[in-house]
């Protein structure tokens, strides 16, 4: 009997014990992370917790500042500001940054075309050494993924593809539930993927590349040569200069000349996909970016090229979706995601 009294009284402690230490663990462990997205002209920034819910969030121009390592130290020093000014330094676990070239494997920019820092920059472990904690870098279309998985449209789906459309064409592709990156952090580029050899030319430098039709400068290149042949009256004949967001609402306001580009735009679009749907069959493909919203006009052809060019067995199995959030608040969720998935670190345990 007394022995029974012992071993009861004992196995109270350890749950007592347990239950103290289950709380600790809980009310120290870091619920916060800092989502960094780096734009070609603005950069934003917030503190995230781990139910997606942004705490705080602040921005800069990126271009006030040319060189990366008045860039690192001047997004450093902001980034801790926001910190102490919400909660403190050691609230926070990790840092993930979305930004175009960005490779997730190298944790590097690689000659980005479209921001002021040329080469190959290190910034994973410039702003590590800076911070004093964990960072993660990756592409800006790998971060949209990964907040659509997380957070949106794709919520629940192992295999899709997330299409980017702006100053670029960029996409990321999940397969298995886990974002396909390639052996180097280059895969999805389907922006790059040759359609006319003897085409435009491109940035990267090669002719014909579907960037070169489908993103913002392709969609303004597509109506500057329709105005040229043709003498349909047009709303944008009335602009010295074009941008892909007026040709979208001059398309919603049934202007033909708009319309047929936005037309054009989708059909090039749609056979691109095919191409890369035949190779991965996704459940579906979700759009984010400045086109799609162009809404029905883009999509609506896209769909028919699509289908008509796909491999037949995927034929009306692949949903268009286009994504619900804004571009900097998808860019800064999925930056958070990074975050959590970089092992903790930090210079000051």
């Not at 990156?181 to 090669?206: D, M, S, Y």
């Not at 162009?294 to 067995?313: K, S, T």
Request: a negative charge; proline letters at 4%.
């Amino acid at each position: 009997m007394v022995i029974m009294k012992i071993i009861g009284t004992f196995a109270l402690i350890f749950v007592r014990l347990t239950s103290i230490i289950v709380f600790m663990l809980q009310n120290t462990s870091k619920q916060r992370v800092m989502g960094v997205d780096i734009g070609v002209n603005r950069t934003s920034y917030a503190i995230v917790d781990v139910r997606g819910n942004v705490i705080a969030q602040d921005g800069f121009p990126t271009l006030d500042h040319s060189n990366i390592k008045d860039f690192v130290t001047f997004l450093s020093e902001r980034l801790i500001a926001l910190m102490e000014a919400n909660g403190g330094y050691d609230t926070i676990r990790s840092v993930g940054v979305g930004v175009l070239s960005g490779n997730f494997i190298k944790g590097c920019i690689e000659y980005s075309p479209s921001l002021p820092w040329k080469g190959e920059v290190p910034l994973a472990s410039m702003l590590r050494d800076r911070l004093g904690m964990a960072v993660a870098v990756g592409n800006n279309a790998h971060v949209r993924a990964l907040g659509e998985h997380t957070f949106g449209k794709a919520h629940g789906m192992s295999d899709f593809i997330v299409i980017t459309l702006g100053p670029g064409l960029g996409s990321c592709v999940f397969i298995n539930g886990q974002p396909h990156l390639g052996n180097e952090g280059f895969a999805g580029e389907i922006g790059h993927v040759c359609i006319n050899p003897t085409g435009r030319q491109c940035g990267c430098g090669r002719r014909g590349c579907l960037e070169a039709y489908c993103a913002e400068e392709g969609v303004v290149l597509t109506a500057t040569k329709l105005l040229e042949e043709s003498d349909t009256p047009s709303k944008l004949r009335l602009y010295d200069m074009l941008s892909a967001p007026l040709i979208i609402d001059c398309c919603k306001e049934g202007d033909a000349i708009a319309r047929e580009t936005i037309q054009r735009t989708g059909v090039m679009l749609g056979i691109g996909l095919a191409n890369y749907a035949s190779v991965v069959n996704p459940e579906a493909i979700i759009f984010t970016g400045v086109l799609p919203a162009a809404d029905q006009y883009l999509l609506d052809p896209a769909r028919q090229a699509f289908e008509e060019n796909v491999f037949h067995n995927m034929r009306g199995k692949v949903k268009f979706f286009t994504s619900t959030f804004t571009d900097v608040i998808q860019n800064i969720l999925g930056a958070s995601v990074l975050a959590w998935q970089v092992p903790e670190y930090s210079l000051f345990k």
